[in-house]
């Protein structure tokens, strides 16, 4: 009896892979079991080869093995790909009325289940093929269908009972078709001893939730993956949420929007890609200046220009770092995992407006697109706002929306307001907003903005530490590779890790320290330059090594451990 199992479906592009990853996913988390699941497809239009993969077990998993239990092929090129990822006690599910097996040693166990006759004689079309084949998977670990059912209802319900009936009645079909043939070949799962409730949410799901917790109002966006689902989410609910989306024709339309709402003292957010942030820059230094609250996400890819657009990577932290001429305060978020996406995303409409500054989310396509199981977040989160102008003084005085002030924070009006009319532009300006080019004002303006880095380095706990405080070992990283290496320290000895969920403002003290206790430590990150390492050297002035990953694919947990493992 198992208590964990890594399963991948492979095949063509429109076979109906990502569904009926979702659907095994969801009916395995309903059951009790923590789940992980992480798709991978190229950049095309149609076709290409498509995959799902899911890590479920007894106790919380937070990333996927390399190394497979089960692998449902519903093309022959799913087995060629992805033979190194298979065991000797591999269970590889496969239609030999499709295909035949390919030449040459394979690894596995290889279970012939001819789905597409189970699919025709049990009165299905072919697309439901999948549905004999999850089915299979669920009988092999030894559970019941029923959850399986509830799922299938759920999925298709708005399509008609009679589509239910019939996806149903195939995957009874290929249940009893494993019963009767490889009953022998069980991979029996333990079953969870507490029903513990989870939902499973994506990333960018999460982001959009967090936006809405903490009071989004208005978003713009033009698509770019990885970050469109936030679009197509945040738009499939825009009338029961009482928000306005606007799909724009392009990133500079989309961040000026966004900056203009905020003006107006609209909660906001945009996000995008490398590519559309490059393109969002003018307008990020417009936000900077000008001091008007705005929440940025970039889920990066590899770049440079298109790149990979499909495809997972870190390679825009100084990007985002230096993103603007000149400087001007920001704060950067790196969260890494579903639950710290939906926090800190809530987090950063807080920050902006109290500081008012630009507030980045960083995340990647490995975050954004995965599936998490995670608790239900918290229902209720009372709108607050901050740093509003309430009581503007007298008829005339006039109204200092850039007034110097000790913390560097001045109240803000938005148009309409009685007494609050001032000028907003993007030139440099004094008190009242005037352009100003006196030097000794330029000072005085420079320093009020930058004062605020101060305060949100008091503010922000940006790192947490998992395993002991002092180990023979330290593993230093940021972003979604907090899954892959709290998986990997379940093997590791004497191994410690600490995850930063904020890069900027940078957590010295706690980086320093954490360094300077350490007998070895490396930097885990999943781009060319080790750009976290850079970061750390120049804000403490320590060296440490870099194990860096950049051909568009996470961390694995095995690499993790034998990396480290003597």
């Given at each position: 009896m198992k208590n964990s199992i890594n399963i991948k479906i492979g095949g063509h592009a429109g076979e109906g892979i990502k569904v009926s990853g979702l659907i095994l996913t969801r009916s395995l988390t309903r059951l009790g079991y923590s789940t992980f699941s992480y798709s991978e497809y190229p950049s095309l239009i149609r076709g290409g080869h498509n995959t799902y993969q899911i890590q479920v077990g007894l106790h919380k998993v937070q990333a996927c093995l390399r190394k497979l239990d089960i692998l449902i092929a519903l093309n022959q090129e799913t087995i060629k790909l992805h033979q190194d990822e298979l065991k000797k006690t591999s269970l590889v599910i496969y239609d030999p009325g499709e295909f035949k097996l390919p030449l040459g040693e394979l690894k596995g166990k290889y279970l012939a289940i001819p789905l597409l006759k189970i699919t025709n004689k049990a009165g299905g079309k072919p697309i439901m093929a999948n549905m004999a084949s999850l089915a299979s998977v669920l009988t092999l670990l030894g559970i019941e269908l029923n959850t399986f059912k509830d799922i299938i209802r759920k999925e298709f319900s708005k399509k008609g009972e009679d589509l239910v009936k019939a996806n149903i009645e195939v995957g009874e079909a290929g249940k009893n078709y494993v019963l009767k043939n490889y009953?022998?070949?069980?991979?029996?799962?333990e079953k969870p001893k507490t029903n513990l409730k989870r939902m499973v949410l994506t990333g960018n799901e999460a982001i959009a939730l967090g936006a809405l917790a903490g009071g989004l109002q208005f978003y713009s966006a033009y698509p770019m993956t990885p970050a469109t689902s936030i679009l197509h989410y945040l738009a499939s609910i825009e009338n029961q949420t009482n928000i306005v989306v606007k799909q724009t024709e392009d990133e500079i339309s989309a961040i000026n929007m966004a900056l203009g709402a905020s003006f107006a003292g609209v909660l906001s957010m945009t996000a995008t890609s490398g590519g559309g942030l490059c393109l969002m820059a003018e307008g990020i230094s417009m936000a900077g200046v000008a001091e008007i609250p705005l929440v940025i996400v970039n889920s990066m890819r590899p770049g440079p220009a298109l790149g990979m657009p499909t495809w997972t990577s870190q390679g825009d932290l100084q990007f985002v770092l230096h993103i603007g001429h000149d400087e001007f305060p920001r704060i950067i978020f790196t969260p890494g995992d579903a639950k710290e996406?939906?926090?800190?995303?809530?987090?950063s409409f807080e920050l902006a407006e109290k500081y008012?500054?630009?507030?980045?989310?960083?995340?990647?396509?490995?975050?954004?697109?995965?599936?998490f199981s995670t608790q239900l977040f918290k229902k209720d989160h009372p709108a607050k706002r901050f740093s509003m102008a309430d009581n503007l003084g007298p008829k005339d005085e006039f109204y200092k929306r850039y007034k110097l002030t000790e913390n560097g924070v001045s109240k803000r009006s938005i148009p309409g307001q009685k007494g609050g009319i001032h000028c907003c532009n993007s030139y440099e300006h004094d008190e009242n907003g005037l352009g100003t080019e006196e030097g000794e004002m330029r000072i005085k303006m420079m320093d009020k903005r930058m004062k605020k880095m101060k305060l949100l380095e008091k503010e922000i706990k940006g790192v947490s530490l998992f395993g002991p405080k002092k180990a023979k070992l330290s593993l230093i990283s940021w972003g979604s590779n907090k899954g892959v290496i709290l998986e990997a320290l379940k093997e590791l000895k004497n191994v410690n890790f600490l995850h930063l969920s904020c890069v900027w403002p940078f957590p010295k003290k706690e980086v320093e320290e954490f360094i300077k206790t350490s007998e070895k430590c490396y930097s885990i990150e999943g781009n060319a330059t080790g750009q976290l390492t850079s970061l750390i050297k120049q804000e403490t002035g320590l060296t440490l090594q870099s194990v860096l990953k950049y051909d568009g694919r996470p961390f694995w947990v095995e690499e993790i451990i034998k990396k480290f493992t003597n």
């Open positions: 009953f022998q070949e069980k991979l029996v799962l996406a939906f926090e800190l995303t809530k987090l008012q500054l630009p507030v980045f989310i960083l995340v990647d396509k490995y975050l954004s697109e995965s599936d």
